[in-house]
């Protein structure tokens, strides 16, 4: 997710006039400038290999560069030439290091100590080390694998009624993420975006946000918050089918019988695992047409005038369906076990996606 930290060493880099590395607490690479043509052989070196050695790791260290509150030079090293490294600090705890080609200009120095990019940098970089400890946290959570006393160490508490939410995404998930629910516990888990509420935490923002499909999880305390995002999870596998009665916002404590349905492995049910009369109803010419206004019929239980309300069809419209339902389907929609067969087949079949 782009967070502004290349840029700002981009504008840094033309405030000094030389290519800058930016460097994490432990001398790895976070960032660089661009040059068509670089002069730094060891700029260049450390781009390629990532993290340093530990032998160049133990010199800085050795040379008091963790310690340093203004630009340092790197130890002489034979073959290297000398680097600058500028720390950056955000409340006095190290974030990382800006660092250029040590050329004797001191004015590239005193560029630095008035410019309010290196102050940007380091707020971006502590920022991001946030995130990355929140998401590991959240990933540990929904994992089962925090103790309440670690929770307690990390100031939260165990008890606290949250829920887990599990958002759909189809890839887009770090540009959803960027503008769902701020300031929230978050991370990404595979193709699905895993977050971590409090329990009365307004989700107008994921319930309004098109392209998702959200399942949310029922409030427990967050030391079990693994059993709830097992919900949300499940809950999302209806929210993603999108054509349900629930949309693609789906609280697990609003399900019924689909909390059942959510843990089939549906892709493994084929037409001919379906109920005989969901097979002869879906043979007809019209039968994808009848599933439907059959389905509404039985999710509303026998409610016509529902029915043609959320189809936009007359009520006469419904009945004639019906009856060509029952007729094809061999049922009759008063036998309660019959119907009961053609319900849970048609609800699966949805599920499975072989009414679409």
């Known amino acids: 997710m782009h967070d ?126 946030s995130a990355d400890d929140r998401s590991d946290l959240v990933r540990r959570l929904i994992a089962g694998q925090v103790s309440v006393s670690e929770l307690q160490d990390d100031g939260l508490a165990a008890d606290v009624p949250s829920r887990a939410i599990s958002v759909r995404a189809d890839g887009t998930v770090p540009a959803v993420a960027e503008g769902l629910l701020p300031g929230a516990l978050a991370a990404q888990v595979g193709g699905v975006l895993a977050f971590i509420v409090a329990e009365d935490l307004p989700l107008d923002a994921l319930r309004e946000h098109p392209g998702i499909a959200v399942g949310v999880g029922p409030a427990l305390p967050l030391a079990e918050a693994a059993m709830s995002w097992r919900q949300a999870v499940l809950a999302s596998r209806i929210a993603s089918r999108g054509d349900t009665e629930h949309g693609s916002f ?21 037409h001919e695992d379906l109920p005989k009369s969901v097979r002869m109803l879906l043979a007809d010419s019209r039968g994808l047409d009848l599933a439907d206004t059959l389905l509404a019929f039985l999710d509303r239980g026998g409610d016509a005038a529902a029915v043609a309300a959320s189809r936009g069809i007359a009520r006469s419209t419904v009945y004639h369906r019906l009856e060509r339902a029952s007729a094809v389907s061999g049922v009759r929609l008063d036998d309660g076990s019959a119907r009961l067969d053609l319900h849970a087949g048609l609800r699966i079949a949805q599920f499975a996606g072989l009414l679409d």
């Open 4 to 129: 502004g930290v290349e840029e700002q060493l981009a504008i840094l880099a033309d405030e000094i006039g030389a290519p800058l590395v930016l460097l994490d607490a432990e001398y790895s690479v976070v960032a660089f400038t661009p040059h068509s043509v670089d002069a730094d052989p060891s700029r260049a070196g450390v781009i390629l290999r990532g993290s340093p050695r530990e032998s160049v790791r133990q010199g800085l260290d050795a040379a008091g560069v963790r310690e340093a509150r203004g630009p340092v030079q790197t130890p002489a090293v034979p073959g290297v030439p000398l680097r600058i490294l500028l720390p950056l600090r955000v409340d006095d705890v190290l974030m990382g290091f800006v660092s250029w080609l040590d050329e004797n200009d001191d004015a590239q120095v005193r560029r630095t100590e008035g410019s309010p990019r290196v102050h940007a940098i380091a707020q971006l970089l502590h920022a991001r080390a």
């Open 250 to 270: 789906v609280r697990w404590d609003d399900l019924g019988v689909e909390r059942l349905l959510a843990r089939i492995p549906l892709e493994l049910v084929r």
